[in-house]
């Protein structure tokens, strides 16, 4: 199983990424993906999940601003990130969702 996010990046606050995690080795289309992250010297929180059907979850402090997406044929979850905040800075993993496989994140970081 491998997992690689990518897309991260230095960006103003109230400015977009997007971030995108590839996937390989495991049957993608069938399983539920999230994204996570963690800032300095917090712990790792969920940011959103999307289900093997599409259907999406996102965690209060970045609903309205997050978009989360995938592409089955490509093996690929999307986080579209708008309207970042200084508070936002973490890195990003994505994650089989329920499962211990991560891959190396993402560092996005949001200037004031």
């Known amino acids: 199983v491998q997992l690689q996010a990518s897309g991260g990046g230095l960006v103003q606050a109230g400015g977009s990424l997007r971030l995108s995690c590839a996937a390989s080795?495991?049957?993608?289309?069938?399983?539920?993906m999230s994204w996570y992250r963690q800032a300095p010297e917090k712990e790792r929180e969920l940011v959103a999940g999307?289900?093997?059907?599409?259907?999406?979850k996102y965690s209060e402090s970045v609903k309205g601003r997050f978009t989360l997406s995938r592409n089955n044929s490509q093996k690929k979850v999307y986080l579209r990130m708008n309207d970042l905040k200084v508070e936002d800075t973490a890195v990003y993993y994505c994650?089989?969702?329920?499962?211990?496989?991560w891959g190396k994140g993402t560092q996005v970081t949001v200037s004031s």
């Open positions: 080795g495991f049957p993608f289309r069938t399983y539920a």
């Open positions: 994650n089989i969702q329920g499962s211990d496989h």
């Open positions: 999307i289900s093997s059907g599409s259907s999406t």
